[in-house]
């Protein structure tokens, strides 16, 4: 195994790493809207300022699910084209003479 292999190797693991992290998040953002939900008292009345507080938590929810779903993305990204490098890093190092051995 090459040092390049093994840099690529290290870049997949961390992708992967970086799409559970994010993934859980996304988990924990919506178990936090589902706990807020289930524990709102089921008459809230007309008060502008509850309102205004309960829209500005759902929105910064919604942010962070939005970040958390790009984080998600850009990682997947990320793996695939390392488990590509690591394919052609295999294809190129198969080809070669070891002069180790």
Same mark, same amino acid.
């Given at each position: 195994?090459?040092?390049? %292999?093994?840099?690529?190797?290290?870049?997949?693991?961390?992708?992967?790493? &970086?799409? +559970?992290?994010? =993934?859980? @998040? %996304?988990? =924990?953002?919506?178990?936090?809207?589902?706990?807020? $939900?289930?524990?709102?008292?089921?008459? $809230?009345?007309?008060?502008?300022?509850?309102? @205004?507080?309960? +829209?500005?938590?759902?929105?910064?929810? @919604?942010?962070?699910?939005?970040?958390?779903?790009?984080? !998600?993305?850009?990682? &997947? @990204? &990320?793996?695939?084209?390392?488990?590509?490098?690591?394919? &052609?890093? =295999?294809?190129?190092?198969?080809?070669?003479?070891? !002069?180790?051995?």
């Amino acid at each position: 195994m090459g040092v390049n %292999m093994l840099v690529s190797l290290m870049a997949r693991m961390n992708a992967i790493s &970086q799409m +559970h992290n994010a =993934q859980y @998040a %996304m988990m =924990q953002n919506r178990i936090n809207m589902l706990s807020m $939900c289930r524990n709102m008292p089921t008459f $809230c009345g007309n008060d502008p300022g509850r309102l @205004a507080m309960l +829209h500005d938590v759902d929105t910064r929810m @919604a942010m962070s699910n939005a970040t958390n779903e790009t984080l !998600y993305l850009i990682a &997947q @990204a &990320q793996e695939k084209a390392a488990a590509q490098r690591i394919a &052609q890093e =295999q294809k190129s190092e198969a080809n070669k003479i070891s !002069y180790i051995a």
